[in-house]
């Protein structure tokens, strides 16, 4: 299976909408599978994957359903969860597998067809009726921590050409500490990247904050790019995970020290996805 976007919660148009107090409705063009089966997944387990897989298959194991709303609503990457509002408690407390075909045996396309295609299976089968609204939210600024503008030693220009990559070219290796040479991570206690600008480190910083993130630190460049930090989650007594220095520094201080940069406390608008109704599906 080719895993499109992996869900560790740790991000499709084509269907009409009016932004603002208006409801996103299907379009009569909108590309959806030609079948699907959605069951509720009652194994207990937490690990969730989805993607599409050959022959026109769009595979979902063990997904909550906001995961699948942050990805059929969000491009280029997921919503991050803080900007879906409303819902009732299932849609995160529920698991369910989706098994799709798309018509003719054919590969459902581009990865943003593939979500747009599951943007129309949840509005049929879950009834999703959904708008999108600007609130004003509390918010981080991305900026450099210092004012000659240096920056940390985990912060690096790339000197990796990732341009044949981004055409559609074989993806280079990794490095040998699992840094992506031409993209980026994050996972627990870490964010690591290659070829990255800070703008995907901003949108890797708003997923773990669960808060918009925005980029101000005026850098244009591509970076290498290697954060280590210690979870929020271990000040609550949660057990470390694997490879996690549970006495390491907080994100914040982590980012000062390690990449140059801080994040400053703001309010600003934010564009959020609100659901307006949903319903469980009927099992097929």
């Given amino acids: ?35 699907a089966s959605v069951k509720v997944n009652t194994s207990g387990e937490n690990r969730a994957l ?8 769009f595979n979902a194991t063990n997904v909550p359903l906001r995961s699948l709303i942050a990805a059929a609503y969000g491009s280029p990457q997921a919503l991050p969860n803080f900007r879906i509002i409303g819902g009732p408690s299932w ?10 075909k798309a018509a003719d045996n054919s590969q459902p396309g ?56 981004r055409s559609g070219g074989p993806p280079p290796a990794p490095q040998p500490n699992g840094r992506p040479t031409c993209g980026m991570l994050g ?5 690591a990247g290659g070829g990255a600008d800070t703008g995907q480190l901003a949108a890797q910083l708003s997923r773990l904050l669960n808060s918009t993130v925005l980029d101000k ?42 990449l140059g940069l801080k994040l400053q406390s703001s309010r600003g608008p934010v564009d959020v996805l609100v659901i307006d109704h949903v319903e469980h599906p009927t099992e097929n």
Wanted: charged share 20%.
């Fill in 91 to 100: 849609i995160d407390s529920d698991r369910f597998d989706i098994v799709a």
């Fill in 217 to 258: 630190t005026g850098l244009s460049g591509q970076y290498d790019v290697d954060l280590t930090f210690t979870p929020e989650l271990l000040s609550a007594g949660g057990p470390p995970p694997p490879g996690v220095d549970p006495d390491g520094p907080s994100v914040f201080t982590a980012l000062q020290e390690q």
């Fill in 50 to 57: 989805f993607g599409n897989a050959p022959g026109g298959r």
């Fill in 187 to 191: 996972g627990a206690g870490r964010i």
């Fill in 1 to 35: 299976m080719l895993r499109l976007r992996p869900l560790w919660f740790v991000g499709g148009s084509a269907v009409v909408c009016c932004i603002g107090a208006g409801v996103f409705a299907q379009a009569p063009s909108s590309p959806a599978f030609e079948v």
């Fill in 110 to 165: 581009a990865p943003d067809n593939v979500f747009m295609m599951l943007r129309t299976l949840l509005i049929e089968r879950f009834k999703l009726v959904t708008h999108r609204e600007t609130r004003e939210l509390t918010l981080y600024e991305l900026v450099l921590a210092r004012s000659d503008k240096k920056l940390g030693p985990q912060l690096r220009p790339t000197v990796v050409d990732c341009v044949p990559a």
